[in-house]
C-alpha cells in the first residue's frame, strides 16, 4: 500500500502534501479564471468569502468539526492497513439512530437524553463499520468492497425511512424526517450561523486519537498493522480484533458526526444531509498523512477550500459543484510522490 | 421471462475490464466513474451528431483517456490506485453536471429521440458482441505470451523484474483496456434505455469488481457470476411492482446481495485481490 505516513524526513513529507494541495488549488482557480462569469470577483468571493461574516466563520467552523470525525475516521482505519469506503452510510444510520433517540426518548431526560442520542448514533455507525470487519477477520472478505457496498445498500434504507410513518411528518412535502423536540438540541454558538456546542468536542477526540495511536502500545500495534500486515502477525498480534476494532472505532465516529448533524444542526434528518462527508474524511486523512495531531488543521483548510467554492457556485459566478472537482484533484494527488525522495 | 440483457451486458463488459485490469495487478476501481462518463458520453454525442460510429469512436477514447489519466498517477507518480481512483470517481459526475449544464442548461435527463441499439433476430447485438469479447479476453489472457507476460506482471513484479522485463508498459495497456470496456458498458447501459440520468451507474461499477471475485478471476466462470448478479438485480426491480413492499429496502437489495455473494466466494478461499496492496514498502 502506498499511503502517505509520516516520513523519515517529515519536510519531504510536508512538501508533497503542500504541492498536491497547491496544484489542486491551481486547477481550481485557473477553472474559475477560465469559466467564471466575473472572474475577479469570483475570485474575491473564493478566497475572502469564508471570512467574511460571522455567520461564514461559524458555519465554516461547525463543517470542519465534522470533518475532524470524519477525518479521524478514515485516519484510523488507514492506519490500520484498512479502507474504509463505507462512511457515507455510516454516518447516515448514525444520524437515523441518533433521530430515532431524540424522538422516542422522554424529552425530560433533558442533557442524558443528547448524550443517549450521541451514542445510539455512535453505536449504529460503529455496527456497520464491525460487520465488515468481523466478515473480514471470520471470511478474508476485503474490506473495501464490503464497506462500501453494505453502505450502499444502507442509504436507500435509510431514504426511505425517513418519510415513513414513524419518522416522517404527516402532511409535509418536503424529504425530511420530523423535527426532534427542543430539548435535545445541541445548543447554538456564535448565532445566526449553525455551529453549536456539540462541535467543540471534535478537538478533545482529536486530541484523544492522537494521543491513543501515537503514544500507547495499542496504537504502535495498529500501525506496526498497518505498516506491514505479515509481520504484525508474526508479533502474536490477535488478527481478529485487530480487524475489527480499526473499522469499528472508524465507524463509530462516522456515526457521531451523523448524530452532531442531526442533533446540532439540522434538528431532524434530512434526506441526503450527509452526502459526501465521508468521502471528504477520507480526503482529509490523506491530507493529513493519516495522523490524528494533522487531522485538526487539514479539516479546518478542506472546509474553508470547501465552502469558497461553495461561495462562487452560490453566487452565480461558477455554473457547477466546482467543490467536487477541488476534491477529486486532491484525492488524485494527495498520495502522489511528487517530490522525489533521493535515492 | 424476460432476459436481463440489458443489466448483463454492461456488467459483463465492465467486469471483462476490471479482470485486464486485475490480472495486470492493478485493480481498477474508477470502472463506476469510467462507466458513468461512457454513459454520458455515448448520450452525449449520439444526441450531438446522431452517429453511432461517432459514439463509439468518443466512448472509446474517453475510456483510454480516462486511463491514462489513472495510470500517469499510479505509474508515474505512484500515486495510490486506489485513492487516485476514488478522486476520479468523485470527478466524473461533477463533469458530467457541468458538461449537461454548459450545453443544455440543466442537470437532469437528456433523452434520445430514437432508440439506436441494433438487435438481431430481437438479440441486443451489444449482448452477442460482449459474449465475443468474454471469449476473446479467454483467448488473450490464457493463450497468448502477451497475456502470459500481462498475468506475470500482476503475480510477481520481482520476478518481471529480475528478468529485466519493466511492467509500465503492460500495466497500462491492462487499465486502458480495463477503461474502455467500463466506458463501453456505461455506453451500452444508457443506449438501452435511450437516455442519460444523473448516476445512471448507480453502482454497477462495483459490482462488477464483486462479479470479478465471484468469477474466480477467470473470463469463463465470469459470465455465470454476471447473469447471477443481473438476475438478482432483475430481481428487486421486478419486486418494486409489488406496492406492498418496502421501496427503499429493495433499492438497497442489490447491493446487499452482492455483499453477500462476495462474502460467500471470500470464504470459499478464491484467489484474492492480488493488487498493490501486497507491495507494501
Known amino acids: 500500500m502506498n499511503l502517505p505516513r509520516a516520513h523519515a524526513n517529515p519536510l519531504i513529507g510536508l512538501s508533497s502534501t503542500l ?12 477553472l474559475l479564471v477560465v469559466f467564471g462569469s466575473h ?62 433517540a431524540a424522538l422516542f426518548l422522554p424529552p425530560v431526560w433533558g442533557a442524558l437524553g443528547i448524550l443517549a442520542a450521541l451514542v445510539s448514533g455512535m453505536v449504529a455507525g ?22 462500501f457496498l453494505l453502505s450502499a445498500s444502507v442509504v436507500p434504507v435509510v431514504d426511505s425511512l425517513i418519510t415513513s410513518p414513524l419518522f416522517g411528518a404527516a402532511g409535509s412535502f418536503l424529504i425530511t424526517s420530523r423535527k426532534i423536540p427542543q430539548e435535545f438540541w445541541l445548543p447554538g454558538l456564535l448565532a445566526p450561523s449553525n455551529l453549536h456546542w456539540g462541535a467543540l468536542l471534535a478537538l478533545p477526540l482529536a486530541v484523544i486519537f492522537g494521543v491513543l495511536v501515537n503514544s500507547t502500545p495499542w496504537g504502535y500495534r495498529l500501525r506496526l498493522l498497518g505498516r506491514n500486515r505479515a509481520f504484525a502477525q508474526y508479533t502474536g498480534l490477535s488478527m481478529a480484533s485487530y480487524s475489527l476494532l480499526p473499522l469499528g472505532l472508524s465507524g ?68 457547477f459543484q466546482l467543490s467536487a472537482l477541488f476534491q477529486a484533484a486532491i484525492l488524485f494527488f494527495i498520495t502522489a510522490q511528487i517530490v522525489r525522495r533521493r535515492s | 421471462m424476460n432476459l436481463p440483457f440489458d443489466l448483463f451486458t454492461p456488467l459483463l463488459l465492465a467486469a471483462l475490464g476490471a479482470l485486464f485490469s486485475e490480472r495486470a ?30 459514439t463509439v469512436l468518443a466512448v472509446t477514447s474517453f475510456g483510454a483517456l480516462s486511463s491514462l489519466v489513472l495510470a500517469w498517477g499510479t505509474l508515474k507518480l505512484k500515486a495510490d490506485p486506489f485513492i487516485a481512483a476514488l478522486g476520479l470517481n468523485l470527478l466524473v459526475p461533477a463533469l458530467t453536471g457541468w458538461v449537461s449544464f454548459l450545453l443544455f442548461g440543466n442537470l437532469g435527463v437528456i433523452r434520445l429521440a430514437t432508440n439506436v441499439a441494433p438487435r438481431w433476430e ?22 497468448t505470451s502477451w497475456g502470459l507476460r500481462l498475468r506475470s506482471a500482476g503475480a510477481s513484479e520481482h520476478l518481471m ?37 444523473q448516476g445512471v451507474s448507480a453502482g454497477k461499477g462495483w459490482i462488477a469488481l464483486v462479479a470479478l471475485y465471484l ?4 473470463p469463463l466462470p465470469l459470465l455465470l457470476a454476471v447473469a447471477l448478479l443481473a438476475w438478482t438485480e432483475q430481481l428487486s426491480g421486478a419486486l418494486q411492482a409489488i406496492p406492498e413492499l418496502p421501496g427503499g429496502l429493495l433499492l438497497g437489495l442489490p447491493s446487499l446481495i452482492t455483499v453477500v455473494v462476495f462474502v460467500i466466494t471470500s470464504a470459499a478461499g478464491r484467489p484474492h485481490r492480488k493488487s498493490a496492496r501486497v507491495t507494501s514498502r
Do not use: C
Request: no cysteine; hydrophobic share 55%.
Open chain 2, 161 to 197: 523484474a529480475s528478468r529485466s522485463l519493466g511492467t509500465r508498459g503492460i500495466k497500462t495497456a491492462a487499465l486502458v483496456i480495463s477503461g474502455v470496456l467500463g466506458a463501453v458498458g456505461g455506453a451500452v447501459l444508457a443506449l438501452n434505455l435511450g437516455a442519460w440520468v
Open chain 2, 215 to 218: 468469477g474466480l478471476r477467470k
Open chain 2, 25 to 54: 495487478g492493478l485493480l481498477n476501481i474508477a470502472l463506476e466513474g469510467q462507466m458513468l462518463g461512457g454513459a454520458f458520453t455515448a448520450i452525449l454525442v449520439q444526441q450531438l451528431t446522431g452517429n453511432l460510429a461517432l
Open chain 1, 252 to 319: 463509530a465516529l462516522h456515526g457521531l458526526a451523523g448524530a452532531l448533524g442531526v442533533l446540532g444542526t439540522q434538528h431532524a434528518l434530512v434526506q441526503g444531509f450527509s452526502s459526501g462527508w465521508g468521502w471528504n474524511g477520507i480526503a482529509v486523512a490523506l491530507i493529513a498523512r493519516t495522523n490524528p495531531w494533522a487531522v485538526v488543521p487539514a479539516a479546518l483548510l478542506f472546509t474553508f477550500l470547501d465552502q469558497a467554492s461553495r461561495m462562487v457556485v452560490l453566487q452565480g459566478q461558477f455554473p
Open chain 1, 126 to 147: 460503529a455496527g456497520l463499520g464491525a460487520v465488515s470487519g468481523a466478515l473480514k477477520a471470520r471470511w478474508q472478505a476485503d474490506e473495501l468492497i464490503t464497506t
Open chain 1, 19 to 30: 504541492l498536491a494541495l497547491a496544484v489542486s488549488l491551481l486547477a481550481t482557480v485557473v
Open chain 1, 39 to 100: 472572474p475577479l470577483s469570483a475570485l474575491m468571493s473564493f478566497f475572502v468569502g469564508p471570512f467574511s461574516s460571522p455567520l461564514a466563520w461559524g458555519n465554516t467552523l461547525n463543517q470542519s468539526s465534522l470533518l475532524v470525525l470524519t477525518g479521524l475516521a478514515a485516519s484510523v482505519a488507514f492506519g490500520a492497513g484498512a479502507f474504509n469506503l463505507g462512511g457515507e452510510g455510516q454516518v447516515y444510520l448514525g444520524g437515523l439512530a441518533a433521530l430515532a
Open chain 2, 122 to 143: 430481437g438479440i441486443p447485438v451489444t449482448f452477442l458482441l460482449a459474449l465475443a469479447l468474454a471469449g476473446l479476453a479467454h483467448f488473450v489472457l490464457f493463450h
